[in-house]
Nanobody
């Protein structure tokens, strides 16, 4: 049982940076693997980045590798997505997600089958 709330979205010019935050409720934040997904109108929700329970492992979709960094602090019940070198194609609604199930690799992290989702925050990157 966890509720997730994203923040930090907004508008930025191409090449700029932005950081998104996701705060979870409860005292067992460490019991969830976490991820960021994004979605644009007319497209399916796509995986962006994932992070394991204790930050032992991180996963990224190819289009954001080297530009985005996912991190978490279980003591703060907070997940972040640091986004650098932003491109117009990064424009989307970004969602954080949490799931209690253990996942050993990229294959399960990327599937949008998480138990809990935030409400989403809009990121707009202009040329």
């Amino acid at each position: 049982q966890v509720q997730l709330v994203e923040s930090g979205g907004g508008a930025v010019q191409a090449g700029g940076s932005m950081i998104l935050s996701c705060t979870g409720s409860g005292r067992t934040f460490h019991s969830y693997r976490l991820a960021w997904f994004r979605q644009t109108p007319g497209k399916e929700r796509e995986f962006v980045a994932g992070i394991s329970f204790e930050s032992e492992a991180t996963y990224y979709t190819d289009t954001v590798k080297g530009r985005f960094t996912i991190s978490r602090d279980n003591r703060q019940n907070t997940l972040w997505l640091q986004m650098n070198s932003l491109r117009p194609e990064d424009t989307a609604v970004y969602y954080c997600a949490a799931d209690a199930a253990y996942c050993p690799d990229y294959e399960c992290y990327k599937r949008p089958t998480y138990d809990y989702w935030g409400q989403g925050t809009q990121v707009t990157v202009s040329s």
